[in-house]
Antibody
Framework: EVQLVESGGVVVQPGGSLRLSCAAS????????MHWVRQGPGKGLEWVSL????????YYADSVKGRFTVSRDNSKNSLYLQMNSLRIEDTALYYC??????????WGQGTLVTVSS | DVVMTQSPLSLPVTLGQPASISCRSS???????????LNWFHQRPGQSPRRLIY???NWDSGVPDRFSGSGSGTEFTLKISRVEAEDVGVYYC?????????FGQGTKLEVK
């Protein structure tokens, strides 16, 4: 059974930094692209970032480019999102999600990031 | 980026009655391999999204057959033949043909 468990969400001040983690199990982690998708309070889904299975290719939404960095450690079956220069509008539930070629087939439960002074 | 437009955004339905959600894309979703990467997700209140349908009309495991997906090119539809109480929540379409993946705004289904 595929499991994705996010952690690291906290309350942080504007301009601060945070690193989210996602522990994956139940599938061959290093063969899959992985996403971060976020959902602001009462809002819809917004794709944030994608990383290839080998960690070489990385893609970002324009809204986070230059501030967020995605990475992975395949030896630990873990995905990360380093978030710098956080803004109030980055407040959201952040989901780790598994790609399945033109789709997302599994989602974690999410970790809440609140940016507030 | 490809814009995904859903309608309606709010859908009150009587239990046992059918429901239909439309999703329109700003570009054709037919990929060079011939597949159309249009997906539908359901998000119940307080839960993560769950994929229902991929590549327009393929069910995920465990999805009731009262759900069906159809469409082509830029016009797609999710239909529920008879709405049940567990179907409440928000439905999202998402395209995975063009980079980056993009979502529709969501359609909130509620029981009258």
């Amino acid at each position: 059974e595929v499991q994705l468990v996010e952690s690291g969400g906290v309350v942080v001040q504007p301009g601060g930094s945070l690193r989210l983690s996602c522990a994956a199990s139940g599938f061959t982690f290093d063969t899959y692209f992985m996403h971060w998708v976020r959902q602001g309070p009462g809002k819809g889904l917004e794709w944030v970032s994608l990383i290839s299975g080998d960690g070489v290719r990385k893609y970002y939404a324009d809204s986070v480019k230059g501030r967020f960095t995605v990475s992975r450690d395949n030896s630990k079956n873990s995905l990360y999102l380093q978030m710098n220069s956080l803004r109030i509008e980055d407040t959201a539930l952040y989901y780790c999600a598994k790609d399945s070629g033109g789709s997302i087939d599994h989602w974690g439960q999410g970790t809440l990031v609140t940016v507030s002074s | 980026d490809v814009v995904m437009t859903q309608s309606p955004l709010s859908l009150p339905v009587t239990l046992g009655q059918p429901a239909s959600i439309s999703c329109r894309s700003s570009q054709s979703l037919v990929y060079s391999d011939g597949n159309t990467y249009l997906n539908w997700f359901h998000q119940r209140p307080g839960q993560s999204p769950r994929r229902l349908i991929y590549k327009v009309s393929n069910w995920d495991s465990g999805v009731p057959d009262r759900f069906s997906g159809s469409g082509s090119g830029t016009e797609f539809t999710l239909k529920i033949s008879r709405v049940e109480a567990e179907d409440v929540g928000v439905y999202y379409c998402m395209q995975g043909t063009h980079w980056p993946y993009t979502f529709g705004q969501g359609t909130k289904l509620e029981v009258k």
